[in-house]
């Protein structure tokens, strides 16, 4: 259902070199440790770009949503029994800090920069100075990363790192994440004939306003103001990278 790029690399010692390589790892592991352990009403609800799917699919929905649920099940707990073996492996290196401190090993056992930094402050994208809201463009890549452009700069970052972690759930991305893909699948428009009109309210328009404020230190609100007629639509670019389908 996400889509990742090719990772070619020793689990254990090879280093993820770029920023890019990092972030499609850490959201590999993540997807694959969250789908192991939800049952499918979970599976549907967090992960509602998945009946677009079902849809496409020369089956019945219920066949179709439970053939779809087993086949990331299956794949979860593959990705996951080879971290368990790998972890067992190298055993030594782990208990001695001998590993590569950008391997994705590392990452996984929490021996990496990048696992260490969880929980602290969110990054800060480096705007350049004059940049408007209107320059932007943010593309969902997976359903917990983006590729942002404005200017000649284009990043790649998890919503953990956007700041869109939930308090409450600390390995969870919350609501307002939920309330960007909406608007990207909607490219920058929600109104109330909107199927997710509910999230459209004022409050978590306001709390996405604010974070998104403060990750890119723009002035002004990224979201114009409610329109009769019009509703709620992004000054920047947003799009959602198109799921392939089964």
Not at 19 to 42: L, N
């Amino acid at each position: 259902m996400t889509q990742t790029k090719s990772i070619n690399v020793s689990l254990p010692n090879d280093p993820l070199g770029s920023p890019d390589a990092r972030t499609t790892a850490e959201s590999y592991v993540r997807f694959a440790k969250e789908v192991k352990g939800m049952g499918i009403d979970d599976f549907y609800h967090r992960f509602g770009p998945a009946w677009d799917i079902i849809t496409a699919l020369d089956l019945s929905s219920s066949e179709a949503a439970q053939r779809l649920f087993e086949l990331h099940q299956r794949h979860s707990q593959q990705v996951v029994g080879v971290l368990t073996r790998e972890i067992e492996l190298n055993a030594e290196q782990i208990a001695d800090g001998r590993l590569h401190a950008d391997s994705l090993l590392a990452m996984v056992v929490g021996q990496s920069s990048a696992m260490k930094s969880q929980g602290t402050k969110p990054a800060l994208f480096p705007t350049p100075s004059g940049a408007k809201w209107e320059d932007l463009t943010i593309e969902m890549l997976t359903l917990d990363s983006v590729r942002v452009r404005l200017g000649t700069t284009s990043k790649v970052y998890t919503g953990f790192d956007m700041g869109f972690r939930d308090g409450r759930k600390n390995n969870m991305l919350n609501k307002q994440w939920d309330l960007l893909w909406t608007f990207a699948e909607a490219e920058g428009k929600l109104d109330w004939a909107n199927e997710q009109a509910e999230l459209g309210k004022y409050k978590p328009i306001y709390d996405l306003n604010q974070t998104l404020k403060r990750f890119f230190g723009l002035s002004g609100n990224p979201i114009h103001a409610y329109k009769r007629g019009v509703g709620y639509v992004t000054r920047f670019k947003i799009t959602a990278r198109t799921l392939p389908k089964a």
